[in-house]
C-alpha cells in the first residue's frame, strides 16, 4: 500500500514546535509590513494582533506546529492548541479589538 502522508507533513515533521509560533509571527509581520505599504489599517491591526497572540501564547505554555492546519492537504501554516484559558481570553478579547478596527476605520 502507498505512503498517503500528505507532502507538507512529510516535508515538516523534523521542524520543532516552537517552529509554528515562529511561521504564525513571520505572516503577521509580513500582513504588518504589507499593510504599511497599501495603506490598509485592517491589515497593520491583523498582523499586530497575530504577532502579540502568537507571542502570548507561546510564553504561556501553548503548543504550535508547522504544517496542514485544515483538512485540505495543500495548506500551509502553523496550528496553536493548548492554550490557557485565561490567555485564550486575552487573545479573543484583542481580537474583538482588532475586528473593530477593521470595521469602524
Known amino acids: 500500500m502507498a505512503d498517503q502522508t500528505p507532502l507538507f507533513a512529510k516535508l ?4 520543532p514546535a516552537w517552529a509554528g509560533f515562529v511561521v504564525i ?3 503577521s509581520i509580513g500582513a504588518i509590513i504589507g499593510g504599511a505599504l497599501v495603506p490598509e489599517p485592517c491589515l497593520i491591526a491583523f498582523g499586530a494582533w497575530g504577532v ?3 507571542i502570548l501564547a ?4 501553548a503548543t504550535s506546529r508547522v504544517g496542514n ?3 485540505d492537504p495543500t495548506t ?10 485565561w490567555a485564550f481570553i486575552v487573545i479573543l478579547v484583542l ?6 478596527v477593521c470595521i469602524f476605520v
Open 12 to 15: 515538516f515533521s523534523w521542524l
Open 25 to 27: 509571527i513571520l505572516i
Open 52 to 54: 502579540i497572540s502568537s
Open 58 to 61: 507561546w510564553v504561556t505554555g
Open 69 to 71: 492546519t485544515s483538512v
Open 76 to 85: 500551509f501554516g502553523g496550528c496553536v492548541s493548548n492554550i490557557r484559558p
Open 95 to 100: 481580537f474583538l479589538g482588532m475586528a473593530a
